[in-house]
Nanobody, 116 residues
Framework: QVQFVESGGGLVQPGGSLRLSCAVS????????MGWYRQAPGKQRELVAT???????NYANSVNGRFTISRDNAKNMVYLQMDSLKPEDTAVYYC??????????WGQGTQVTVSS
């Protein structure tokens, strides 16, 4: 079955950067549009960014211009480069399929905390 293993989170000061990674197994990775999601305390999980099979990215308004999603089909990996981080970016970050096409069981996520 499909599995997601997210990594790269941590504590960073406002204005800092982090690069998240997600290792995907159990699917023909190159055949699927992928996405990054996040869930802040007390809030619903939200879509942050997606990347198509042709590597076309789309971003939530809240992160557009600051985050960059990418994928490596040879390694079955999807990445999220996060720059100019803000305290409101604090959340657990998850990867999954682009929700337009349905979601698979979630991985454990990786915690991102933006604080001075």
């Amino acid at each position: 079955q499909v599995q997601f293993v997210e990594s790269g989170g941590g504590l960073v000061q406002p204005g800092g950067s982090l690069r998240l990674s997600c290792a995907v197994s159990g699917i023909i990775f190159s055949s699927y549009a992928m996405g990054w999601y996040r869930q802040a305390p007390g809030k619903q999980r939200e879509l942050v960014a997606t990347i198509s099979i042709h590597r076309t990215p789309n971003y939530a308004n809240s992160v557009n211009g600051r985050f960059t999603i990418s994928r490596d089909n040879a390694k079955n990996m999807v990445y999220l480069q996060m720059d100019s981080l803000k305290p409101e970016d604090t959340a657990v970050y998850y990867c999954n399929r682009d929700q337009t096409y349905g979601l698979w069981p979630w991985g454990q996520g990786t915690q991102v905390t933006v604080s001075s």
